[in-house]
T-cell receptor
Framework: EPEVTQTPSHQVTQMGQEVILRCVPISNHLYFYWYRQILGQKVEFLVSFYNNEISEKSEIFDDQFSVERPDGSNFTLKIRSTKLEDSAMYFC???????????FGPGTRLTVT | SQQGEEDPQALSIQEGENATMNCSYKTSINNLQWYRQNSGRGLVHLILIRSNEREKHSGRLRVTLDTSKKSSSLLITASRAADTASYFCAPMDSNYQLIWGAGTKLIIKP
């Protein structure tokens, strides 16, 4: 069964460093999302992406964040200058056209020290 | 806040019993989805119920939706140890965004 994959599974970085989290959505899906979940807290929407542009973004998704679909398969989230409070589990999700069901990847645990 | 709110926050039952989790929300919705999350793992889509549907079944799962009360319930029948997880309801608002609550932590005791 097709699934969303994410790499790396765990990323440790120092405050102020840039990180890129990678996702490979399901191949025929056209809508892509990033969410984050701080340990023990709720899932929070970051951004949705369709047709090579951002469709929606939350207040969390400030100028430090960017997303890109550099080729036909990858979908990336970049954090330019990480802060301690960026430590969280980051989930990528995708959905197919005309469907509202989102399929999530296993997540990348980002630890900022 | 527009978030979904699950109730109870935690539920512990014996294997074989039924588990019922409830969800309330505040905004008008396009649909409502339920997800499962095993500890430290990703979110798994369980079921989607549209705003014009009242009940939906999938295997041992039964979901109801009452849009007049802005509430939904998830029933898992004949629970198994493998059902131990956190369960989240995620209403999808008119902007097609999922709104997440804190989840119900379900523990199935063998």
């Amino acid at each position: 069964e097709p699934e969303v994959t994410q790499t790396p599974s765990h990323q440790v970085t120092q405050m102020g460093q840039e990180v890129i989290l990678r996702c490979v959505p399901i191949s025929n899906h056209l809508y892509f999302y990033w969410y984050r979940q701080i340990l023990g807290q709720k899932v929070e929407f970051l951004v949705s992406f369709y047709n090579n542009e951002i469709s929606e973004k939350s207040e969390i998704f400030d100028d430090q964040f960017s997303v890109e679909r550099p080729d036909g398969s990858n979908f990336t989230l970049k954090i330019r200058s990480t802060k301690l409070e960026d430590s969280a589990m980051y989930f990528c999700a995708s959905s197919e056209p005309l469907s509202y069901e989102q399929y999530f990847g296993p997540g990348t645990r980002l630890t900022v020290t | 806040s527009q978030q979904g709110e699950e109730d109870p926050q935690a539920l512990s039952i014996q294997e074989g019993e039924n588990a019922t989790m409830n969800c309330s929300y505040k905004t008008s919705i396009n649909n409502l989805q339920w997800y499962r999350q095993n500890s430290g793992r990703g979110l798994v889509h369980l079921i989607l119920i549209r705003s014009n549907e009242r009940e939906k079944h999938s295997g041992r799962l039964r979901v109801t939706l009452d849009t007049s009360k802005k509430s939904s319930s998830l029933l898992i029948t004949a629970s198994r140890a493998a059902d131990t997880a956190s369960y989240f309801c995620a209403p999808m608002d008119s902007n097609y965004q999922l709104i997440w609550g804190a989840g119900t932590k379900l523990i199935i005791k063998p």
